[in-house]
Nanobody, 114 residues
Framework: VQLQASGGGLVQAGGSLRLSCANS????????MAWYRQAPGKQRELVAT???????TYADSVKGRFSISGDNDENTVYLQMNSLLPEDTGFYYC?????????WGQGTLVTVSS
């Protein structure tokens, strides 16, 4: 398993970004995949999850603005982020949980300017 996150960058408030988390193998084998984020000086927090069934959950702070999805053919999970706010700034990490193990990708930095 090798999770590769990408898509971060600098964007103005109100803008959009799409993050990608590509796995070296199938993502269908995971029970759940998720995106976490960590702002400077703060603890890592859960942003969104997607179960193998397709069920999704979101942190209250991103509901209605972010959308998580998975593409089994591309072995990739996406996080579409719209109406970005300065408080969305931070490193975003993808996470995958299998039956026996859990995996983290490296972070991708999202910076939202006001």
């Amino acid at each position: 398993v090798q999770l590769q996150a990408s898509g971060g960058g600098l964007v103005q408030a109100g803008g959009s970004l799409r993050l990608s988390c590509a796995n070296s193998g199938s993502i269908f084998s995971f029970m759940l995949m998720a995106w976490y984020r960590q702002a400077p000086g703060k603890q890592r927090e859960l942003v969104a999850t997607i179960a193998r069934s397709g069920t999704t959950t979101y942190a209250d702070s991103v509901k209605g603005r972010f959308s998580i999805s998975g593409d089994n053919d591309e072995n990739t999970v996406y996080l579409q982020m719209n109406s970005l706010l300065p408080e969305d700034t931070g490193f975003y990490y993808c996470y995958a949980r299998g039956y026996l193990s859990a995996y983290w990708g490296q972070g991708t930095l999202v910076t939202v300017s006001s």
